[in-house]
């Protein structure tokens, strides 16, 4: 069993920054493929990054050259580094865990969720 807690998000303009945390508790965190997703009103949940146990990553197109993922073994925790952020950024961010090799981009594929923090960009 994993636990996870999101924090780190807020209102910003478009153009600002945020750094959203996730901070996992349970054994073996560093076996689990981990995932941000974000789900807008009235929209399904969509894949934003993702980062295995061996460091690779994987980025929707939507964010790609803006956001970066990264993970700390040591505190059990896992980043989303947001940069030149757009009004369409605006959502709820949820953290995902699986254990797989594999950086999953469908939400149905993992088997762990936080509750989700709200990032709200405004123009």
């Known amino acids: 069993q994993v636990r996870l807690v999101e924090s780190g998000g807020g209102l910003v303009q478009a153009g600002g920054s945020l750094r959203l945390s996730c901070a996992a508790s349970?054994?073996?965190?560093?076996?689990?493929?981990m995932a941000w997703f974000r789900q807008a009103p009235g929209k399904e949940r969509e894949f934003v990054a993702g980062?295995?146990?061996?460091?690779?990553?994987n980025y929707a197109e939507s964010v790609k050259g803006r956001f970066t993922i990264s993970r700390d073994n040591a505190k059990n925790a896992v980043y989303l580094q947001m940069n030149s952020l757009k009004p369409e950024d605006t959502a709820v961010y949820y953290c995902?865990?699986?254990?797989?090799?594999?950086?999953?981009?469908?939400?149905?594929?993992?088997?762990?969720w936080g509750q989700g923090t709200q990032v709200t960009v405004s123009s």
């Open positions: 995902a865990a699986v254990i797989t090799i594999r950086v999953l981009t469908t939400a149905t594929s993992y088997d762990y």
């Open positions: 349970g054994r073996s965190f560093s076996v689990y493929t």
């Open positions: 980062i295995n146990s061996g460091l690779g990553t």
